[in-house]
């Protein structure tokens, strides 16, 4: 599982240095033949908030062969769920087990959309999980 982290534009940096500056790092990059200023976002928080009874459906590493990168860990897991109780007020966060996961909050996700052409989507990881 590869834990990327999102490189973003300054339009998308703002919004990050601005709602969540306590969550994240900004590392600035250079993008070959491209002459705006481009940040590498680093989220410093990793939170133990998985609801795994309200998730979809939850897929672990077998017993019998763990990820050797991440022992203890989600393989995948479908309409993932967080306890927003557990969050300790962050903005932005990876989950404990399952960090390809990147979790901002609702201000944020606002904020970012009004940013707009953002490459990303969003799926609600709070309340009821809707039916098919």
């Known amino acids: ?33 491209v002459p705006e200023p481009y940040f590498v976002v680093n989220a410093t928080k990793v ?18 062969d763990p990820s050797p990168d991440h022992p203890g860990e989600y393989n995948w897991i479908y309409g993932l769920r967080i306890d927003p109780a557990k969050t300790e007020g962050a903005h ?6 399952f960090k390809v996961a990147f979790v901002v909050s609702e201000d944020v996700k ?6 707009g052409n953002l490459g990303v989507s969003f799926e609600r990881v709070t309340g009821a999980i809707e039916s098919d």
């Open 47 to 64: 939170i133990d908030c998985i609801d795994e009874a309200r998730c979809r459906e939850v897929h672990h590493y077998d017993k019998d």
């Open 1 to 33: 599982m590869i834990e990327a982290a999102p490189i973003v534009s300054e339009a998308v940096a703002a919004v990050f240095r601005t709602l969540a500056p306590g969550d994240v790092q900004l590392f600035p990059v250079s993008i070959e033949g």
């Open 92 to 97: 932005v966060f990876r989950l404990a087990k």
């Open 110 to 115: 606002n904020a970012l959309e009004a940013v």
